[in-house]
């Protein structure tokens, strides 16, 4: 009898997480839900239903994603593991304090590779596909949130630097990023009235979280190695890219309107 296939998500008590374990779930896989927050990830998983279950997990801990690694062996083969666990804080880098600085860093870098390696460990002989969440900030200046924005250029770097190493060492795993624009969350929502977090309300209204999961997953199933959602603001930020002294006054400009448009 074939054994079931697991799923892994981080940060996965709410959000872009929540809808990832859903989706994977009504996939047919196992769902092993993971978050700091123990009761609100226990209570994720119950609503989750299909089997899914859940485990606290620091993503700081390095240690901590070989256990659920082996937990999510123990209900089946390890399929999928979606790196999702993320922080933000907006305002100017300088004035961000020393524990803002060391979390962003350790949670949405360290908490990205952890997760990789552990994922890897365990499918290295029966293959698995890792997805992790970056974002379209990743590939563009991003004035109000440059620490974020670094971490998730750390990401993108490291999940397509990752995939050649993998290419190279003959292992059946696929690793992608994900580059969403901004996604209608929680985490997005408790920064609305931030004044450093104007450029996250600059552009279009922000996309709902089901269609950002869908694309993921369709992401993982292609031969593209990043993929930012909606396309064509990744065609614009590239454009920015091509003119970056121009491109730097623009974003003002639009810093500018996202803070009209959070005073309305």
């Given at each position: 009898m074939t054994s079931p296939t697991v799923a892994v998500v981080t940060g996965a008590a709410r959000g872009l997480g929540l809808e990832f374990a859903h989706q994977l779930a009504a996939a047919g896989h196992q769902v092993l839900l993971t978050d700091v927050d123990g009761d609100a990830v226990a209570?994720?998983?119950?609503?989750?239903?299909?089997?899914?279950?859940?485990?606290?997990?620091?993503?700081?801990?390095?240690?901590?994603?070989?256990?659920?690694?082996?937990?999510?062996?123990?209900?089946?083969?390890?399929?999928?593991?979606?790196?999702?666990?993320?922080?933000?804080?907006?305002?100017?880098?300088?004035?961000?304090?020393?524990?803002?600085?060391?979390?962003?860093?350790?949670?949405?870098?360290?908490?990205?590779?952890?997760?990789?390696?552990?994922?890897?460990?365990?499918?290295?002989?029966?293959?698995?596909?890792?997805?992790?969440?970056?974002?379209?900030?990743?590939?563009?200046?991003?004035?109000?949130?440059?620490?974020?924005?670094?971490?998730?250029?750390a990401v993108l770097s490291y999940s397509t630097s990752l995939q050649g190493d993998l290419n190279r060492a003959r292992l059946p795993i696929q690793v992608r990023a994900l580059c969403p624009d901004v996604v209608a969350t929680d985490m997005v929502s408790a920064v609305a009235k931030d004044p450093g977090a104007a450029m996250l309300f600059s552009g279009p209204k922000p996309l709902d979280a089901a269609g950002v999961v869908s694309a993921g997953l369709e992401l993982l199933d292609s031969r593209q190695l990043f993929r930012v959602v909606p396309r064509w603001r990744g065609a614009l930020v590239r454009g920015i890219d091509l003119t970056p002294s121009v491109g730097v006054r623009l974003l003002g400009v639009m810093r500018a309107y996202g803070t009209t448009r959070q005073r309305h």
């Open positions: 209570a994720a998983a119950e609503a989750v239903g299909h089997g899914a279950w859940s485990m606290p997990l620091d993503v700081t801990d390095q240690a901590g994603h070989r256990s659920v690694a082996e937990e999510a062996q123990r209900r089946g083969r390890l399929a999928v593991w979606v790196n999702n666990a993320g922080v933000l804080f907006a305002g100017d880098a300088w004035e961000q304090t020393d524990a803002q600085v060391a979390a962003i860093i350790d949670i949405n870098v360290r908490g990205v590779f952890a997760g990789s390696r552990a994922a890897v460990e365990a499918m290295s002989a029966g293959g698995g596909k890792i997805l992790n969440v970056a974002s379209i900030s990743a590939l563009t200046p991003v004035p109000g949130l440059a620490m974020y924005a670094a971490t998730k250029a």
